[in-house]
């Protein structure tokens, strides 16, 4: 319990770090203050794409081992990019009525691709709390999870691909559109988002594995069964 | 309202969710022991 309250301490610490740079950041000539929801929903979408990507790769690794720590970090890795692409889809709606009058439009291929990866994704998390066998529910969960990921680049260069409502990337190989101020309260609050998605893995994985140690739910068949030691069978 | 409510606001809702999410963890880590 010491290691989950010190990871949660440090995620905690870090936000703080963030949400300082976030706050003393300059705000835009035209858009004002609200060019600092930026820094919360660009981090919290990055962060979406890396657990996403996570879940990709430990799905393949289920299917290629079996091992039931595979699943639990896949698994682990979703509820938490599920939850920031909520909180990124929220935020954006917040600003995109501030600046561009409306919250939503189906129209514009970012908002479409990402609630469609949203969707696609609470969709694995109700495919894991509908299957009852563990063994089942990992290979289903997997092979949704490798395959899901092909929304992540689709959803990133949809504003390229298309002419949309959505801005382009604000940081680009010929450099970043935006002061170094804004820049660096930008890459400073990705780290910090980063830091805080390691943490809240780290806690989700362990909660995950304490809950299946307990319950005996989560093992693959047989693995809960030990064999006798020899030193242990006495008179016999 | 203001720009600068908004953005606050904005951020006070998204830190307590995230808050909130690691709570969840904290308290359902703890009943379960081990």
């Not at chain 1, 995620?11 to 963030?18: F, M, R």
């Not at chain 1, 660096?184 to 990705?190: E, I």
């Not at chain 2, 998204?14 to 009943?31: M, N």
Request: proline share 4%; net charge positive.
């Amino acid at each position: 319990m010491s290691r989950v309250r010190a990871s949660l301490a440090l995620a905690a610490a870090a936000l703080g770090v963030g949400l300082w740079f976030a706050l003393s950041a300059p705000p835009d000539v035209l858009q004002g203050a609200y060019s600092r929801l930026l820094y919360i929903h660009a981090s919290t979408l990055w962060l979406a794409f890396l657990a996403f990507g996570v879940t990709c790769f430990a799905s393949i690794a289920w299917l290629i081992r079996k091992r039931p720590r595979w699943d639990r970090l896949a698994s682990a890795s979703v509820e938490i990019g599920v939850l920031f692409t909520a909180i990124g889809l929220v935020v954006g709606m917040i600003w995109g009525k501030a600046v561009w009058g409306i919250a939503w439009d189906w129209m514009d291929p970012r908002l479409a691709t990402t609630a469609v990866m949203f969707f696609v994704y609470l969709g694995y998390l109700a495919l894991r709390a509908a299957t009852d066998d563990p063994v089942a529910r990992a290979r289903r969960s997997a092979i949704l999870g490798a395959i899901a990921v092909v929304q992540v680049p689709l959803v990133y260069f949809s504003v390229n691909l298309f002419r949309t409502l959505h801005q382009t990337q604000s940081i680009r190989p010929d450099g970043p559109t935006m002061p170094d101020e804004m820049v660096t309260a930008l890459l400073v609050n990705v780290a910090v988002f980063t830091i805080l998605y390691v943490a809240l893995l780290w806690v989700r994985v362990d909660l995950a594995r304490a809950e299946g140690t307990k319950s005996g739910v989560g093992l693959v068949a047989g693995e809960a069964v030990k064999p006798p030691r020899i030193n242990e069978v006495k008179d016999v | 309202m203001s720009e600068t409510l908004i953005v606050t606001a904005t951020y006070v809702l998204c830190y307590a969710l995230i808050v909130a999410y690691a709570a969840l963890l904290y308290v359902r880590r703890r009943k379960t022991g081990n």
